[in-house]
């Protein structure tokens, strides 16, 4: 039964449009039975196939069932159709603490109770082996009684995704939040990248602003790396002490959570909620909803290491040392899009231009020229990479032909008619240092 008729499968009457991100919709619901509120967020299985997003879902599905804890959104059901999935959530009315700071920065006492909250549920979540992975003032929401609830699993890992090396390796999270390790190849401890971001978090609670603010994404990530990061003159001494003892670049140097815990600031007026694990059984309607979900191939883009990212799009940056095999750029550019929005605009482009697309696979394409040049038919590739959620890569390079019919191919002809989903182009907009 679908949205459409305001009922779903006799069981929530669906209600208002709460929001909508790049995947779902959610909408206020009401279990018709109990008449208690819920959300159900609304997931186009169409859109999750051709994004690649099914791991994301399911994983989603198996993290929430396992966390438990009054500062975690709870998942109560989830149900599908052959055209969409739905999460029926715990109705957590009081919005984003995002909104919250964006009116400007809390006072030192209602931030430090947001912040215990949120480490709190994080330590339960890492008691289970969760790591949330995308921790930030948008997946933070507020009740009522403006206690804080975390949201939004879906980049959250289990036990099972790390490694012989016992470390993750995939590269995500938010840009502006995610640790420095992250942005390296050889592996992070999931939990440790979880408290670099709750120390962003704090950061902003307190500053109204981010540590790491830069327009250039370079820029931000350079500054990551080096933890560089200025104390606005309000912070008190107390506050900046456990600050800097979570935004260390050298993970095995960072303040764990027990730490944390002991910390005389953190302490204050703190009391531990009655943490719970809930081992739920898996209902007709879960397990109908994860056959349904099963059925499909999962396809993502590369990622392209945040260092090559840094190296190739800024000329006056080189890091090429720190990664060993550094990338042999053509034109490149970067872009908030989809990996699929990228290449469907480029096909789009390059059949304009009269170009055969010769390839398509794994998020790269071959596009052959319309005529023999000087050195033969110009042969170009595209191929997209996954910088985080929001951010990707898209490189063109030279496969055969006329290294100036390439140029004019890049400059006269993509740019202008890629400008639509462009962010910036190698080289526009460097930063120095």
Same mark, same amino acid.
């Given at each position: $039964?679908?949205?459409?008729?305001? %009922?779903?499968?006799?069981?929530?009457?669906?209600?208002?449009?709460?929001?909508?991100?790049?995947?779902?919709?959610?909408?206020? +619901?009401?279990?018709?039975?109990? +008449?208690?509120?819920?959300?159900?967020?609304?997931?186009?299985?169409?859109?999750?196939?051709?994004?690649?997003? $099914?791991?994301?879902?399911?994983?989603?599905?198996?993290?929430?069932?396992?966390?438990?804890?009054?500062?975690?959104?709870?998942?109560?059901?989830?149900?599908?159709?052959?055209?969409?999935?739905?999460?029926? $959530?715990?109705?957590?009315?009081?919005?984003?603490?995002?909104?919250?700071?964006?009116?400007?920065?809390?006072?030192?006492?209602?931030?430090?109770?947001? !912040?215990?909250?949120?480490?709190?549920?994080?330590?339960?979540?890492?008691?289970?082996?969760?790591?949330?992975?995308?921790?930030?003032?948008?997946?933070? *929401?507020?009740?009522?009684?403006?206690?804080?609830?975390?949201?939004?699993?879906?980049?959250?890992?289990?036990?099972?995704?790390?490694?012989?090396?016992?470390?993750?390796?995939?590269?995500?999270?938010?840009?502006? &939040?995610?640790?420095?390790?992250?942005?390296?190849?050889?592996? &992070?401890?999931?939990?440790?990248?979880?408290?670099?971001?709750?120390?962003?978090?704090?950061?902003?609670? *307190?500053?109204?602003?981010?540590?790491?603010?830069?327009?250039?994404?370079?820029?931000?990530?350079?500054?990551?790396?080096?933890?560089? !990061?200025?104390?606005?003159?309000?912070?008190?001494?107390?506050?900046?002490?456990?600050?800097?003892?979570?935004?260390?670049?050298?993970?095995?140097?960072?303040?764990?959570?027990?730490?944390? $815990?002991?910390?005389?600031?953190?302490?204050?007026?703190?009391?531990?909620?009655?943490?719970?694990?809930?081992?739920?059984?898996?209902?007709?309607?879960?397990?109908?909803?994860?056959?349904?979900?099963?059925?499909?191939?999962?396809?993502?883009?590369?990622?392209?290491?945040?260092?090559?990212?840094?190296?190739?799009?800024?000329?006056?940056?080189?890091?090429?040392?720190?990664?060993?095999?550094?990338?042999?750029?053509? %034109?490149?550019?970067?872009?908030?899009?989809?990996?699929?929005?990228?290449?469907?605009?480029?096909?789009?482009?390059?059949?304009?231009?009269?170009?055969?697309?010769?390839?398509?696979?794994?998020?790269?394409?071959?596009?052959?020229?319309?005529?023999?040049?000087?050195?033969? +038919?110009?042969?170009?590739?595209?191929?997209?990479?996954? /910088?985080?959620?929001?951010?990707?890569?898209?490189? !063109?390079?030279?496969?055969?032909?006329?290294? *100036?019919?390439?140029?004019?191919?890049?400059?006269?002809? /993509?740019?202008?008619?890629?400008?639509?989903?462009?962010?910036?182009?190698?080289?526009?907009?460097?930063?120095?240092?």
């Amino acid at each position: $039964m679908e949205v459409e008729k305001n %009922s779903l499968f006799g069981k929530y009457e669906m209600g208002r449009l709460l929001g909508k991100g790049t995947f779902a919709k959610v909408y206020h +619901g009401k279990h018709i039975a109990s +008449g208690e509120s819920v959300a159900i967020k609304v997931i186009s299985k169409e859109q999750v196939r051709r994004e690649g997003m $099914m791991e994301q879902i399911k994983r989603e599905i198996s993290v929430m069932r396992l966390v438990r804890h009054p500062n975690i959104v709870e998942l109560k059901e989830v149900m599908a159709t052959k055209t969409k999935i739905f999460f029926v $959530m715990e109705y957590v009315r009081g919005g984003e603490l995002f909104a919250k700071v964006a009116k400007g920065k809390l006072k030192e006492d209602m931030a430090r109770k947001y !912040f215990q909250q949120l480490i709190s549920a994080v330590d339960f979540c890492h008691s289970r082996g969760v790591s949330h992975r995308d921790l930030k003032p948008e997946n933070l *929401l507020l009740d009522e009684s403006e206690n804080l609830k975390i949201s939004d699993f879906g980049l959250s890992a289990l036990p099972e995704q790390l490694r012989n090396d016992g470390l993750l390796h995939t590269q995500c999270g938010t840009p502006a &939040y995610v640790a420095p390790e992250v942005l390296r190849r050889k592996g &992070y401890d999931g939990s440790k990248t979880d408290i670099w971001s709750c120390g962003v978090i704090l950061y902003v609670l *307190l500053a109204g602003f981010l540590p790491f603010q830069e327009e250039n994404l370079m820029c931000m990530y350079n500054k990551v790396f080096k933890a560089d !990061f200025q104390y606005p003159p309000w912070f008190s001494a107390e506050s900046r002490r456990l600050i800097s003892k979570i935004l260390v670049a050298d993970p095995d140097r960072r303040i764990t959570i027990p730490a944390i $815990m002991r910390v005389p600031w953190f302490r204050r007026g703190f009391s531990s909620p009655p943490a719970f694990h809930l081992q739920q059984p898996v209902s007709d309607r879960d397990a109908d909803a994860e056959t349904e979900i099963s059925k499909t191939k999962v396809s993502l883009p590369k990622f392209f290491n945040a260092f090559e990212f840094i190296s190739s799009m800024s000329s006056g940056f080189d890091l090429s040392g720190l990664f060993e095999n550094t990338r042999k750029t053509g %034109s490149v550019f970067t872009s908030k899009c989809s990996a699929t929005t990228i290449l469907s605009k480029i096909e789009k482009v390059a059949k304009g231009l009269s170009f055969k697309l010769a390839t398509a696979k794994d998020f790269k394409i071959g596009l052959q020229g319309p005529s023999e040049g000087r050195k033969g +038919g110009l042969f170009v590739t595209a191929e997209v990479f996954e /910088v985080a959620p929001e951010v990707a890569i898209v490189e !063109f390079s030279k496969t055969s032909g006329d290294t *100036l019919e390439y140029a004019k191919f890049c400059e006269e002809d /993509v740019r202008p008619a890629l400008k639509d989903i462009v962010w910036t182009w190698q080289g526009d907009n460097i930063c120095n240092g």
